[in-house]
């Protein structure tokens, strides 16, 4: 009685992981295929949308060089008075 058990055990374990096996192959699928209709529809407005964030990553990195020196200064000023 305890073997056949065992193998009720063994054949359900095995069903749920076939199971699950094939759903996590159907959901790459899936995902690749969104991916390549998001890729292919709408690709066009996420390039525009990275020129616009790389050119504004100029403008930060020339404000970001002014308060690196602002911070230089101030920290050179404290140490003289200290």
Request: charged content about 20%; glycine content about 2%.
């Amino acid at each position: 009685m305890d073997a056949n058990l065992i193998f009720e055990a063994f054949k359900f374990m095995v069903l749920g992981m076939t199971t699950v096996f094939l759903f996590l192959i159907l959901m790459v699928f899936v995902l690749k295929v969104q991916a390549n209709i998001v890729n292919r529809y709408f690709l066009k407005k996420s390039e525009t949308q990275s020129k616009q964030i790389s050119s504004k990553k100029v403008t930060n990195t020339q404000d970001d060089t002014s308060l690196i020196v602002a911070i230089t200064a101030a920290i050179a000023e404290f140490k003289k008075k200290n």
